[in-house]
């Protein structure tokens, strides 16, 4: 168990709605990801963090906000909730060779 | 266009027979993963090859990283049911700053 939680597990929101998902975690690591997972793609990355405050765009970031206040929590925005945004976002933290995942949160947009 | 070509997408085979999986890419990694994921949880690291070349086994799996480290393959010997997974290859570019780019994963259905 590598610590990471992710809130969240499941959402259900409308086109134009706001919403954050949150990833925290134990371990006080500097490296924090977001990515999302749909059928036929993977898993791609949205956003990253190497450090409190400090973030960086990913592969398919547009639509997406993230913030970092804190070594512990990354939180991930979608500032107008789209019907192209409903997928399975995942959190991950580096560790020293490898990432760990959170479980997962399934977000719908209708 | 993914950077990383998995293959095959999808693989059903009976219990106790051999697969291979293919990770394919024309970028130079300075390492590559495999992770394999249980529905609804997150992927879990299987492996980790650095050295272009190198050879890893773990119980009756195989992992091979090209001698160009351009690409690399998972063997499967005499697969079992709970080697059912989506199983997928992720490889960490020299500059991406601890960044993975993922391949597009391969659905293992192992049939009893």
């Known amino acids: 168990d590598a610590g990471i939680t992710q809130s969240p597990r499941h959402k259900v929101t409308e086109t134009g709605t706001p919403v954050t998902l949150r990833c925290h975690q134990t371990e006080n690591h500097r490296y924090m990801y977001w990515y999302r997972q749909d059928p036929g793609h993977g898993l791609r990355l949205i956003h990253y963090?190497?450090?409190?405050?400090?973030?960086d765009k990913g592969e398919v970031s547009d639509g997406y906000s993230v913030s970092r206040s804190k070594t512990e929590d990354f939180l991930l925005t979608l500032e107008s909730a789209t019907s192209s945004q409903t997928s399975v976002y995942f959190c991950?933290?580096?560790?020293?060779?490898?990432?760990?995942f959170g479980p997962g949160t399934r977000l719908t947009v209708l | 266009t993914q950077l990383l070509e998995q293959s095959p997408q999808f693989l059903s085979i009976q219990e106790g027979e051999n697969l291979t999986v293919y990770c394919n890419s024309s970028?130079?990694?300075?390492?590559l993963q495999w992770y394999r994921q249980e529905p609804g949880e997150g992927p879990v690291l299987l492996v980790t090859v650095v050295t272009g070349g190198e050879v890893k086994k773990l119980k009756r799996l195989t992992f091979q990283f090209g001698d160009a480290r351009k690409d690399s393959s998972l063997h499967i010997t005499a697969a079992q049911t709970g080697d059912t997974g989506l199983y997928l290859c992720a490889g960490e570019l020299g500059t991406s700053g601890s960044r993975l780019t993922f391949g597009e994963g391969t659905q293992l259905t192992v049939n009893p």
């Open positions: 991950a933290i580096r560790g020293f060779d490898e990432q760990f």
């Open positions: 970028s130079v990694f300075s390492s």
């Open positions: 963090s190497y450090g409190v405050k400090d973030t």
